[in-house]
C-alpha cells in the first residue's frame, strides 16, 4: 500500500495558513512556512516546475488554484500521481459548494472546510470525492448539522459514485464520441507527429440503479466473437475508464459494463497512435513584388470524402435521412508580417479579417464540405523603408481549427448500449460522434499544422436505435 499523507494545507498566495488539517500527528504548522520558502527558491529555477517539493524527510505536493494553494505534506512514500489528482477533486468538491474557490470563500466556510477534509481524506488515505454524494450529508447551512443525518447508501456500498433513489420521469442517456486530432507537419510537407485522442463523454438521467453495457467495434472482441473484423474494427491503445467500469470484466471478455453515475462524466477516454492523414490540408505561398508590397496565396482543401452517414438514425415516423461529413466552423490563422497594413483580401468562400494585434489573417469558412478546395488571395503594403541589418523574418506556423460532425478518424462505432434495470423501464439512448482539431501547434510555411480547440457545446442529435 502507498503511503499515507500527514496532512494537507490550504494557504493563501503569500503562504500563510489559512486552514490545515493534521491526519497522522507527525507533522505541524512549521510545515507549511518550510515548504513556501522552498517553492520561492524553486521559482527561482526555470527548469524546475515539478509539483514535488521536499526537505528534511518530509514530500510536499502541491497546486495552485486562482490565490489560494493546496498542499499535502507527508513523512512516507506516497503515489504522487493519485495525491495530485486527489487535490485537484478537492478543488471541484469546493468549487462545487462554494462557486469559485478562493481565499474570501475558504474563510467564509471554515466550518464546511473541515468537515469535507474530514470526509474526502481519512488517517491520510482519500476516500470519498465525489461533490454530488458529499453534499447530501454535509449542508453549507450550519444551522442543519445540527439534524444527525444517516450517511448515503453511496458511502456504505461499493457504489461511491451514485446514490440509490434517483428517479426521473423520462429516461434518457446522452453519448458523445469525441475525437482531437492532433497532426504536426514541418515545412516539406512531411508529417513529424499525428495521434487521435478520443473521449466517450456521457450524460445519464436514469432512475434506480441501472447496469449499462457497452459495445465498440473492437478488434479483440470481434475476433473473440469470430466475427469478420474486415474493414470494420480498430485497435484500442492507452484507455483510461471512469472508475464505474468493471475492469475485471472488461480484462476478461472486453465488455464495457457499468453503473454509471448520475449526470455528465467521462466514461472512457483513448488514444491511438496511427499515421493520419491530414483532414484539411493549407498550402501557402508568399511573394514579394518589390520591398513595400507582398502577395499571399493560400490553398485550402479538404481531404476527407462527402460520404453518406455510416450511422442510422431513425425517427419515430420510421422514415431515415441521409447526413454527409462536412467540416464546420473552420478557422484558418496566418501569420502575416507585423509592420503589414493596408491589407486586400479576397476569398472563394467564407470571409476573412486581418487582426493585427495578433499579427494574423483571420480566415472563417462556416461549411467546407468533402473534396473541396477553396482560395485566398491577399495583398499587403509593407515600409518602404526597412533598417540595414533587418532580422530574419519569422516563421509563425499557420494553424487550423475545425469541427467535423457525424465523423471520426478513427472508425471507432458504438455497436450497442444497453440499459438494463429492475424496475425493466425502457430507456432512450442517443449517441452523437464528432471530429474536431487538438492540442498541437507549429507549423511553417507553405504547409499547415493544426492548432486544436474545442468550441461550442455538444448537443444531442436524434435518438439512435439498437
Known amino acids: 500500500m502507498a503511503g499515507a499523507v500527514s496532512a494537507l494545507f490550504l494557504l493563501d498566495i503569500k503562504g500563510r495558513v489559512l486552514v490545515w488539517r493534521d491526519y497522522r500527528g507527525d507533522v505541524s504548522a512549521k510545515q507549511a512556512e518550510r515548504f513556501f520558502t522552498k517553492l520561492i527558491e524553486k521559482d527561482g529555477d526555470a527548469q524546475s516546475q515539478d509539483p514535488v517539493v521536499y526537505d528534511n524527510g518530509v514530500s510536499y505536493l502541491f497546486i495552485q488554484h486562482s490565490n489560494v494553494y493546496l498542499m499535502t505534506a507527508s513523512r512516507q512514500n506516497c503515489n504522487a500521481a493519485s495525491l495530485l489528482f486527489f487535490l485537484h477533486r478537492v478543488v471541484d468538491v469546493f468549487k462545487h459548494y462554494f462557486e469559485e474557490l478562493e481565499e474570501e470563500s475558504l474563510r467564509d ?57 434517483i428517479q426521473y420521469k423520462k429516461n434518457e442517456v446522452f453519448l458523445d464520441v469525441v475525437e482531437h486530432v492532433n497532426i504536426l507537419v514541418n515545412s516539406n510537407g512531411q508529417i513529424i507527429r499525428s495521434d487521435v485522442v478520443g473521449a466517450l463523454k456521457m450524460r445519464t438521467y436514469l432512475s434506480g440503479m441501472p447496469e449499462c453495457k457497452l459495445g465498440l467495434n473492437d478488434r479483440i472482441l470481434l475476433e473473440a466473437q469470430g466475427r469478420s473484423t474486415k474493414g470494420k474494427a480498430i485497435d484500442l491503445d492507452d484507455i483510461k475508464f471512469h472508475q ?26 483513448y488514444r491511438l497512435n496511427t499515421q493520419v492523414k491530414p483532414l484539411i490540408w493549407v498550402e501557402a505561398q508568399v511573394e514579394r513584388h518589390s520591398r513595400s508590397r507582398v502577395e499571399i496565396l493560400v490553398k485550402a482543401r479538404s481531404q476527407f470524402k462527402e460520404r453518406r452517414l455510416m450511422f442510422k438514425i431513425l425517427f ?106 429492475k424496475s425493466g423501464y425502457h430507456a432512450l439512448p442517443w449517441v452523437r460522434y464528432i471530429t474536431m482539431a487538438g492540442s498541437t501547434g507549429g507549423h511553417h510555411l507553405p504547409l499547415a499544422q493544426w492548432h486544436m480547440t474545442r468550441s461550442g457545446p455538444i448537443r444531442p442529435t436524434q435518438p439512435m436505435r439498437f
Request: charged share 25%; proline share 7%; glycine share 4%.
Open 109 to 165: 466556510n471554515f466550518v464546511v472546510v473541515y468537515e469535507l477534509l474530514d470526509e474526502m481524506m481519512d488517517f491520510g488515505y482519500p476516500q470519498y470525492t465525489e461533490a454530488n454524494i458529499l453534499s447530501e450529508f454535509i449542508k453549507t447551512d450550519a444551522y442543519r448539522m445540527e439534524v444527525t443525518q444517516r450517511p448515503p447508501m453511496a458511502v456504505t456500498n461499493a457504489v461511491s459514485w451514485r446514490s440509490e433513489g
Open 316 to 421: 419515430t415516423n420510421g422514415k431515415m435521412i441521409e447526413l454527409y461529413s462536412t467540416a464546420t466552423n473552420v478557422e484558418i490563422e496566418l501569420p502575416v508580417s507585423s509592420d503589414a497594413s493596408n491589407p486586400d483580401v479576397r476569398t472563394s468562400m467564407g470571409s476573412a479579417s486581418y487582426v493585427p494585434e495578433d499579427e494574423a489573417l483571420i480566415w472563417k469558412i462556416r461549411s467546407f464540405p468533402g473534396g473541396k478546395e477553396y482560395m485566398l488571395r491577399a495583398e499587403f503594403t509593407l515600409p518602404s523603408i526597412t533598417a540595414e541589418e533587418a532580422t530574419p523574418e519569422r516563421k509563425a506556423p499557420i494553424r487550423v481549427k475545425f469541427e467535423i460532425p457525424y465523423f471520426t478518424v478513427s472508425g471507432i462505432q458504438v455497436r450497442y448500449l444497453k440499459i438494463i434495470e
Open 244 to 269: 464505474c467500469v468493471r475492469l475485471a470484466r472488461f480484462e476478461n471478455d472486453r465488455t464495457i459494463s457499468f453503473i454509471p453515475p448520475d449526470g455528465s462524466f467521462d466514461l472512457m477516454t
